[in-house]
């Protein structure tokens, strides 16, 4: 299957990264997978417009300074956070593609990608990732969710503290980009 990515300059990209057959790693690694971005960030400039992590992926929406380089930025990501978090999938549940690369059974190789083309659609896709969470039966209020960049919207009053909880739930529920 060949995957074509757009890349449009000065573009904000929206991610799912997965763990290897649906596998809780996230969380339990949180500090690792902090230092995972803060380390990459170093080598590629990129600014993280909103992420939420959950047991087995990751919602991130990025604006890195190269568009070019967001494919190197995912890998590097992942390959940091492989490197540091030891062996998640015991090596006898391995596919044999898996075991003949030597991989570790963390991340499913590929991931999901969207190209933000307006500023309303970065809206709808920070509100989606922001509910995800909930919808994924975490939680019942987002702000109950810590993994997330929710509370640091709310800091910048982007969000009220009860977002999703109401009425929002309206406008948010039937989104769906998974």
């Known amino acids: 299957m060949n995957c074509r990515r757009a890349f449009v300059p000065n573009g904000y990209v929206h991610i799912i990264i997965t763990s290897y057959e649906r596998k809780s790693v996230f969380i339990e690694n949180i500090e690792i997978l902090r230092t995972s971005f803060k380390n990459v960030q170093k080598l590629y400039k990129f600014e993280i417009i909103a992420i939420c992590v959950l047991p087995d992926h ?12 967001y494919p190197k930025i995912i890998s590097s990501i992942k390959h940091y956070f492989s490197r540091n978090v030891g062996q998640v999938c015991p090596t006898y549940n391995l596919k044999i593609g898996y075991k003949n690369k030597r991989e570790k059974g963390i ?48 800091k910048e009053g982007l969000y009220e503290n009860n977002w999703g909880c109401f009425e929002d739930i309206k406008n948010i529920k039937d989104l769906d980009f998974e």
């Open 58 to 69: 990751i919602h991130l929406i990025f604006h890195p300074k190269d568009i070019n380089n």
């Open 107 to 154: 991340f499913q190789r590929r991931y999901w990608e969207h190209t933000i083309v307006s500023e309303e659609e970065l809206k709808n896709q920070i509100n989606y990732i922001h509910y995800n969470p909930v919808k994924h039966g975490l939680v019942d209020n987002v702000r109950d969710w810590k993994y997330s960049s929710f509370h640091k919207f709310v």
